[in-house]
Structure formats: C-alpha cells, structure tokens
C-alpha cells in the first residue's frame, strides 16, 4: 500500500468523525444561566429559565450574635421558607446579604431538603455570615436553582460535561 493511499483513507475516515459529530473538539460546550432578579420571595427556576414549581422566601431577619460563637460578632440570622419543595422537586437558593444599595455582604447556598425548624419541614433559621452586619440593609433570595448535583464541566470531562450551569453565587461587592 502506497504512502499516498494510507494518508487519503485517514483524511476520509477524520472527515466522517468530523461529520458526525464523535470530534471530540466540536462535541462539548459549557454556557451560564442568566441570573435572575433577587428579592425577598422568589419563584425558582431552573437553568432553562422555566419555574420548578417552589417557591421561597426570607420571612424575617435580626442582627446578633451566633449563640455559639458569640465572641465574633454579629451574624444576620434569617427564617426562610420553601413552599412546594419535597413533591420531586428540592431546588436550592442563594440567601445574600445586601446593604441598601443591594450590595452583596455576605452569600450562603441554602438546599430546601435541609430546612427543617420547629415549624415543620421547609421552614428554618440559619445565621448567614455578612462583611459589615451593621449595614445589611435586607437579606435577598437568588432565584436560580443551585441544586444540580452533577456540574461537570467540558474541563472536567469532555465527554459529559457541558451544558448549561447555574450562575455562580455572587460575590461580595457585587451589586445585585
């Protein structure tokens, strides 16, 4: 067999994977959601932007101490609430911190399927770590659901990672 010949078959059989989508180069992709508009109660979405049928809300803050650390100051502990979570669904939110200008203090991710208070299942009280505590003006919900388990990237694993991810949580600064 020619050298020539050798060289056309390998051009051929590159071109139908090429074609066929098995490049391994052209086959992954990664891209954000769009993050969505904080607020006090906000109805949670998934990546694609659609409602999964939860909503959540933050039904008060306090500044104090945490009881068990009470030598660091003050912390914002809030009560949040997920209505319609435990039926298939257990999305997860972004509580944040903001001064009154809706500056980020401080974020916490918080999974629906691990509130639980003396209220029942779905409502609790967490404390939430803020730069400043004594200007968080309010404590705002990201409605992006955070709850996606599997956040392989095309980095991580070019063969199943990519798609669409949830946005990052936002940073301390960032205005919301």
């Not at 009881?67 to 972004?94: K, L, M, T, Y």
Request: aromatic share 6%.
């Amino acid at each position: 067999m020619t050298l020539a010949r050798i060289l056309a078959g390998t051009s051929s059989a590159l071109a139908v994977l090429g074609l066929s989508g098995c490049g391994v180069l052209w086959s992954c992709s990664d891209s954000t959601a769009e993050r969505g508009e904080a607020g006090v109660r906000v109805e949670i979405v998934d990546v694609s932007g659609r409602p999964v049928g939860v909503t959540a809300e933050v039904t008060g803050w306090r500044r104090e101490p945490h009881p068990q650390v009470p030598a660091e100051g003050d912390r914002i502990h809030f009560d949040i609430r997920f209505e319609g979570a435990g039926q298939g669904s257990e999305p997860a939110v972004d509580v944040c911190a903001v001064d009154e200008k809706r500056v980020v203090l401080g974020c916490q991710t918080m999974y629906s399927a691990q509130v639980f208070g003396p209220k029942g299942p779905y409502t609790g009280d967490y404390y939430l770590e803020a730069d400043h505590p004594e200007r968080v003006d309010e404590v705002l919900l990201i409605p992006n659901d955070q709850s996606t388990h599997d956040r392989r990237t095309c980095e991580d694993d070019i063969k199943d990672g990519g798609g669409v991810h949830p946005p990052d949580m936002p940073e301390r600064g960032e205005q919301l």
